[in-house]
């Protein structure tokens, strides 16, 4: 088992900047790809970024690509989203999942271990 806990979620005003951590702890000795959902009020989850385990490979879906940048560092079992030129249809709930294998995943149905989510709220 891996137990992710999000953290870095707030308010912003459009254009501004916010960082999201994703702790892993728990089983994690294991290889394991990491990704980044989000899902909006009255919408369904949907995927942000993904990054492998090695970290050399990243996706991101259309509408964050050039604005978020996914990173990992192994050492200290964290995942970061850093998220720039925020927008307000970015405001949602921001989950981080890990899923088995080392592999950068796209598929919600492709993780095993999810967060609680964090909020983030994009005023503008």
């Known amino acids: 088992q891996v137990q992710l806990v999000e953290s870095g979620g707030g308010l912003v005003q459009a254009g501004g900047s916010l960082r999201l951590s994703c702790a892993a702890s728990?089983?994690?000795?294991?290889?394991?790809?990491m990704g980044w959902f989000r899902q909006a009020p009255g919408k369904e989850r949907e995927f942000v970024a993904t990054?492998?385990?090695?970290?050399?490979?990243?996706g991101y879906a259309d509408s964050t690509k050039g604005r978020f940048t996914i990173s990992r560092n192994n050492a200290e079992n964290t995942a970061i989203l850093q998220m720039n030129s925020l927008k307000p249809e970015d405001t949602a709930i921001y989950y981080c999942?890990?899923?088995?294998?080392?592999?950068?995943?796209?598929?919600?149905?492709?993780?095993?271990?999810w967060g609680q989510g964090t909020q983030v709220t994009v005023a503008s």
């Open positions: 728990g089983r994690t000795n294991s290889a394991y790809g």
């Open positions: 999942a890990a899923s088995k294998g080392p592999l950068a995943r796209r598929l919600e149905r492709l993780y095993s271990y």
């Open positions: 990054i492998s385990w090695g970290g050399g490979v990243t």
